[in-house]
């Protein structure tokens, strides 16, 4: 189904009826949820409504986690200062804060000294993190988000007798690091079914099994949920995949913390700071609103302030250094803005979008922090894999991001001999470089791209189902929250809405950006927004008469709740 204004390719996916009046009789539920169910071929409708902290895989499946686990027993008991090595991210600083924290509950009182990476020295261990736990004799040091590629400085900490729990979830290279012991689901050997486990998932098994080890229940590890929710949204794991729901379990019980007004004080002073209403927060509040505040810490500040936000007890200091993210974030925004339309500008001049299948671009001294979120935003706006590099004088660095059909980082290991560094995963990666072996990367990486991608058209976006206008309801907007939390993997439903009538239409909000409209679809009016579609107001008044691809969403004006269509296109109705 092609878009009469988003020039998107639409598949409508099949729904067979049967299915869906045997869903909806055994769960005794609407149509349009059991639709919903039925289009996403989800084999246990019923098992996948009802869910819990009980549905959780032991952690006793992830190989070296009693390794870990015995090492961490012994440096408590013998109250042993330990080194904390961090990722920069907010999957690597809500790891490091529920390690800290449960170290501390543990009733651990030696030196726990936290490093977090940052933009400048890259990913990981870094020469002057060494030379600290070597000169200060730390005798244990554990990775939170990192680690599993750090062969040659796990190597040199071993000789001088350091022990090194590496926990990570990044695709491990075919050389291990000689570690004492290594938690990462993606292991060959490891049998833990969740491969797509973010580092703060690893941490929480971790601490699971760790509590019980030294008296304390395993349920107490449940305080850190909004942590591992927050981490699990940040690093863009899929929440469902193959029918694993775990990531998915953890959001939604990190949810459920925030809404009864748990959770760790830093996170709430700064949910209330957003103005946004704890007991009602969703995944999309988190991920658009709450995770790029905490992530400007390391694009254009100091990531610690992240990480002391999520582990101090004290409100004041809490709220201080909320303010400090802000205008961090301002900060962010504007060098982020700044950015988009110089790589826009290269865009135009360098890169040939009828022929090329990748976008690399790179300009002398970018902000290292900001160009993995223009790559994204390039990325989604074009549909193609893009590259951007910050140039510097010998060693440039580059911030990748991909899309579904295009593994990234298999791309770069075509090319790993070029690179200083590397990793990632298959949408997002990044990478230094010298700067004489740019050119013959982006020659390669194009032809492996233009390999790949040779048959791809261009993406086509899902539509979960065709709703009759008596299906839409408030009620079924209720009804659909039961297959939250949305995110990655689990995307909100869209929904067909056919042979609709426009009855008014209006261009509205600052610049008249967004698209208002009043629908009337059989005998039934519904009121319309479309975010950012305020340009197309012409083309809509125009058909009079359209398809709607759409979300269901609660409005609520002046004490009124209605149900509202969110518009994601408008289709011509002969092509639907």
Same mark, same amino acid.
């Given at each position: 189904?092609?878009?009469?204004?988003?020039?998107?390719?639409?598949?409508?996916?099949?729904?067979?009826?049967?299915?869906?009046?045997?869903?909806?009789?055994?769960?005794?539920?609407?149509?349009?949820?059991?639709?919903?169910?039925?289009?996403?071929?989800?084999?246990?409708?019923?098992?996948?409504?009802?869910?819990?902290?009980?549905?959780?895989?032991?952690?006793?499946?992830?190989?070296?986690?009693?390794?870990?686990?015995?090492?961490?027993?012994?440096?408590?008991?013998?109250?042993?200062?330990?080194?904390?090595?961090?990722?920069?991210?907010?999957?690597?600083?809500?790891?490091?804060?529920?390690?800290?924290?449960?170290?501390?509950?543990?009733?651990?009182?030696?030196?726990?000294?936290?490093?977090?990476?940052?933009?400048?020295?890259?990913?990981?261990?870094?020469?002057?993190?060494?030379?600290?736990?070597?000169?200060?004799?730390?005798?244990?040091?554990?990775?939170?988000?990192?680690?599993?590629?750090?062969?040659?400085?796990?190597?040199?900490?071993?000789?001088?007798?350091?022990?090194?729990?590496?926990?990570?979830?990044?695709?491990?290279?075919?050389?291990?690091?000689?570690?004492?012991?290594?938690?990462?689901?993606?292991?060959?050997?490891?049998?833990?079914?969740?491969?797509?486990?973010?580092?703060?998932?690893?941490?929480?098994?971790?601490?699971?099994?760790?509590?019980?080890?030294?008296?304390?229940?395993?349920?107490?590890?449940?305080?850190? =949920?909004?942590?591992?929710? /927050?981490?699990?949204?940040?690093?863009?794991?899929?929440? @469902?995949? +193959?029918? $694993?729901?775990? !990531? %998915?379990?953890?959001?939604?019980?990190?949810?459920?913390?925030?809404?009864?007004?748990?959770?760790?004080?830093?996170?709430?002073?700064?949910?209330?700071?957003?103005? =946004?209403?704890?007991?009602? /927060?969703?995944?999309?509040?988190?991920?658009?609103?709450? @995770?790029? +505040?905490? $992530?400007?810490? !390391? %694009?254009?500040?100091?990531?610690?302030?992240?990480?002391?936000?999520?582990?101090?007890?004290?409100?004041?200091?809490?709220?201080?250094?909320?303010?400090?993210?802000?205008?961090?974030?301002?900060?962010?925004?504007?060098?982020?803005?700044?950015?988009?339309?110089?790589?826009?500008?290269?865009?135009?001049?360098?890169?040939?979008?009828?022929?090329?299948?990748?976008?690399?671009?790179?300009?002398?001294?970018?902000?290292?922090?900001?160009?993995?979120?223009?790559?994204?935003?390039?990325?989604?706006?074009?549909?193609?894999?893009?590259?951007?590099?910050?140039?510097?004088?010998?060693?440039?660095?580059?911030?990748?991001?991909?899309?579904?059909?295009?593994?990234?980082?298999?791309?770069?290991?075509?090319?790993?001999?070029?690179?200083?560094?590397?990793?990632?995963?298959?949408?997002?990666?990044?990478?230094?470089?010298?700067?004489?072996?740019?050119?013959?990367?982006?020659?390669?990486?194009?032809?492996?791209?233009?390999?790949?991608?040779?048959?791809?058209?261009?993406?086509?976006?899902?539509?979960?189902?065709?709703?009759?206008?008596?299906?839409?309801?408030?009620?079924?907007?209720?009804?659909?929250?039961?297959?939250?939390?949305?995110?990655?993997?689990?995307?909100?439903?869209?929904?067909?809405?056919?042979?609709?009538?426009?009855?008014?239409?209006?261009?509205?909000?600052?610049?008249?950006?967004?698209?208002?409209?009043?629908?009337?679809?059989?005998?039934?009016?519904?009121?319309?927004?479309?975010?950012?579609?305020?340009?197309?107001?012409?083309?809509?008044?125009?058909?009079?008469?359209?398809?709607?691809?759409?979300?269901?969403?609660?409005?609520?004006?002046?004490?009124?709740?209605?149900?509202?269509?969110?518009?994601?296109?408008?289709?011509?109705?002969?092509?639907?």
């Amino acid at each position: 189904m092609q878009s009469l204004i988003q020039k998107r390719e639409w598949k409508l996916r099949q729904l067979p009826s049967d299915r869906v009046f045997q869903i909806a009789t055994d769960l005794n539920c609407s149509t349009g949820l059991a639709k919903v169910l039925a289009s996403r071929s989800i084999e246990s409708p019923g098992q996948f409504l009802r869910f819990g902290l009980e549905s959780l895989n032991p952690p006793s499946l992830l190989a070296g986690l009693d390794r870990a686990v015995a090492r961490i027993d012994q440096a408590i008991r013998a109250n042993e200062r330990i080194f904390i090595q961090g990722d920069f991210d907010v999957d690597g600083i809500t790891s490091s804060a529920i390690l800290f924290r449960a170290l501390r509950k543990l009733g651990h009182t030696a030196e726990i000294h936290v490093e977090l990476s940052d933009r400048q020295r890259g990913h990981g261990l870094n020469e002057s993190g060494i030379r600290k736990i070597s000169a200060e004799n730390f005798k244990l040091l554990i990775t939170t988000d990192c680690g599993i590629s750090e062969v040659e400085p796990i190597r040199e900490l071993q000789q001088r007798g350091v022990d090194v729990i590496i926990t990570d979830h990044h695709q491990p290279p075919a050389e291990l690091p000689p570690a004492h012991a290594i938690v990462n689901p993606k292991l060959s050997h490891c049998p833990y079914p969740n491969k797509d486990l973010a580092a703060v998932g690893v941490v929480f098994q971790l601490v699971r099994a760790l509590y019980p080890a030294l008296g304390l229940p395993a349920h107490s590890a449940d305080e850190f =949920l909004d942590l591992v929710m /927050l981490g699990t949204i940040g690093d863009l794991v899929p929440l @469902v995949r +193959k029918g $694993n729901t775990e !990531n %998915r379990v953890l959001v939604s019980e990190g949810l459920k913390r925030i809404a009864c007004g748990e959770g760790c004080t830093g996170l709430r002073v700064l949910i209330d700071r957003l103005g =946004l209403e704890a007991k009602r /927060l969703t995944s999309g509040e988190v991920g658009f609103v709450i @995770v790029p +505040k905490l $992530n400007a810490a !390391n %694009r254009v500040g100091d990531p610690r302030v992240a990480f002391l936000l999520l582990t101090t007890p004290d409100k004041k200091l809490a709220e201080y250094r909320a303010e400090i993210l802000l205008d961090y974030n301002d900060d962010r925004q504007i060098a982020q803005d700044d950015l988009v339309g110089q790589a826009e500008e290269l865009i135009r001049a360098e890169v040939n979008l009828e022929k090329d299948k990748i976008i690399i671009i790179s300009g002398q001294y970018w902000n290292p922090g900001i160009i993995g979120l223009v790559a994204s935003d390039i990325a989604d706006r074009y549909s193609l894999p893009t590259i951007l590099i910050s140039r510097d004088d010998r060693v440039s660095r580059g911030s990748g991001r991909s899309i579904h059909q295009f593994d990234l980082m298999a791309a770069l290991e075509s090319v790993k001999e070029l690179f200083e560094r590397y990793g990632g995963h298959q949408m997002a990666a990044g990478f230094s470089i010298r700067n004489e072996n740019i050119p013959p990367m982006k020659e390669r990486l194009k032809t492996y791209a233009h390999q790949s991608l040779s048959e791809w058209k261009g993406p086509t976006y899902e539509i979960d189902c065709r709703l009759e206008p008596n299906e839409i309801s408030l009620d079924l907007h209720q009804e659909l929250q039961r297959l939250g939390p949305f995110g990655m993997g689990n995307p909100t439903p869209k929904f067909l809405l056919s042979q609709v009538k426009i009855a008014e239409a209006q261009a509205v909000g600052n610049g008249r950006k967004h698209l208002r409209m009043k629908v009337r679809a059989g005998d039934r009016l519904f009121n319309c927004i479309g975010f950012d579609l305020g340009d197309f107001l012409e083309q809509v008044y125009r058909a009079q008469q359209v398809d709607l691809v759409f979300k269901l969403q609660r409005n609520e004006w002046m004490g009124v709740v209605q149900a509202q269509l969110e518009l994601e296109d408008v289709l011509s109705p002969e092509l639907s």
